[in-house]
């Protein structure tokens, strides 16, 4: 391959900051590219850690879309499909080691992953949960809570540790910081749960997976819609909790990915529940930028009520 000339050598580390600059600029094209959710978060965060957000959500989606159907269409058996991810796990293992991969997504998440103290406790869960869509057709009780830890509790841990390395995020105390990952958790378990009971249809028909014990996808009933949907408010209540724990900008990109969420929850709770087995549910981005400007606006009252109570105090 020709090289490009209109870059000079680079010396020292240049090199290397040149290649990690332009790896997690691909990570934010695949955040922008899969989720316009978490795109609205990330804006309200200081710059560094928009990026280790979204480091951290381009090796998820790259993983999930191994075994969602993109390596399938490619024409890949599940044998070949486990190959896959088994790889990119001992990749990440190795960039997270060695602070470099050839893999960019892989090398973006090393980057963020070494900075904020994101280790092996996090990402093996996460594979194993992936591992399992490839072999777990219905889950029971148990398989379901740790599919959820790994898929998304621990993902809501990963962002808690780059939220936890922001400017002025509050030193917390041993109770505080148990509530503030399990505020984290919550988060994480309420986003997946959404989106099992929004992606129904497709889980069910085009997959095979039955995520939820007790619930099958073919004789959905508002009944069964309903226990969901209050299933989810609770994490969410839960994840609200913790926000006080984070840095201010923090809890402004908490508190929109929390809304949103809510919102599409709120819908799939008035939907009819057999609709939801023809149709995904989304928020339309009109509605995304109104709960967008409501986070920015409250936030704004919030700290114009504390600094007038800051003066009364003087």
Known sequence: MKRDTSLKPAAGTAALEHYSRAAQRSARVVLGEYSTSFSLACRMLDAGSARHIANIYALVRLADEIVDGVACQAGLDNQAIGGCLDELEAETLRAMARGYST????????????????????????????????????????????????????????????????????????????????????????????????????????????????????????????????QIEQDLAQARAGMPYLAPAAARAVRLAHDLFREL??????????????????????????????VLLGTSRSAHRKQLMERARR
């Open 265 to 294: 929850n709120s819908q799939l709770g008035k939907a009819d529940a057999a609709d939801l087995l023809r149709t995904r549910i989304s928020v339309s981005t009109p509605r995304k930028a109104l709960i967008a400007a409501r």
């Open 103 to 230: 893999n960019m997504v892989v090398h973006a998440f090393a980057i963020s992953a070494r900075a904020t103290g994101i280790n092996a406790a996090l990402t093996g869960p996460f594979f194993a949960s992936m591992r399992a869509d490839l072999s777990t057709g219905q889950h029971d009780a148990r398989s379901l809570e740790d599919y959820i830890y790994g898929s998304a509790e621990v993902i809501g841990l990963m962002c808690l540790q780059v939220f936890q390395a922001m400017p002025g995020a509050p030193e917390l105390d041993r109770a505080e910081e148990q509530q503030a990952r399990q505020a984290a958790r919550s988060l994480g378990a309420a986003f997946q749960k959404v989106n099992f009971l929004r992606d129904l249809a497709e889980d069910s028909q085009d997959l095979g997976r039955s995520y939820f014990p007790g619930i099958n996808p073919a004789r959905f009933d508002e009944q069964g819609k309903a226990l969901l949907v209050e």
